[in-house]
C-alpha cells in the first residue's frame, strides 16, 4: 500500500483537523493527487485534488474552509480543514494516480472525521 492516510478524529463544529497522507517512495510518482470522503450511507466523493504543478480543485462544500497541500520533500500531502460542520463526518481517503478531480488506483486505508459537540 503505497499511501498511509492519519490525523482524523473527534472535532467540535467549527474546529481544525489537519490530515496527512504519507507515499512509500516518492510523492514525484503521482502527477495528481488528492483526497476523498464518504458519509454513511453516501457515495465516495471528491474532497480536492491537487496537481503537481500547484493547480488545486475542490468541491462547492468545502471551498474556502479546506486547503490541500503537498510537501515533497517529506513525500506527503496534507488536507487543513477549517471551519468544520457536522455534515463533513466522513471516513477521508487519500488517493494518487488518476486526474485532478478523478480518482487513481491508489488509496489510503482512509481516516475518519467526525464532527460533533
Known amino acids: 500500500v503505497p499511501l498511509q492516510a492519519s490525523g482524523g478524529g473527534l472535532v467540535q463544529p467549527g474546529g481544525s483537523q489537519r490530515l496527512s497522507c504519507v507515499v512509500s517512495?516518492?510523492?514525484?510518482?503521482?502527477?495528481?493527487m488528492g483526497w476523498y470522503r464518504q458519509a454513511p450511507g453516501k457515495q465516495r466523493e471528491l474532497v480536492a485534488g491537487?496537481?503537481?504543478?500547484?493547480?488545486?480543485a475542490y468541491a462547492d462544500s468545502v471551498k474556502g474552509r479546506f486547503t490541500i497541500s503537498r510537501e515533497n520533500t517529506k513525500n506527503t500531502m496534507y488536507l487543513q480543514m477549517n471551519s468544520l460542520k457536522p455534515e463533513d463526518t466522513a471516513v477521508y481517503y487519500c488517493n494518487a494516480g488518476g486526474l485532478l478531480r478523478t480518482p487513481g488506483r491508489y488509496w489510503g486505508q482512509g481516516t475518519l472525521v467526525t464532527v460533533s459537540s
Open positions: 517512495g516518492s510523492i514525484y510518482s503521482f502527477n495528481n
Open positions: 491537487i496537481r503537481t504543478g500547484g493547480a488545486t
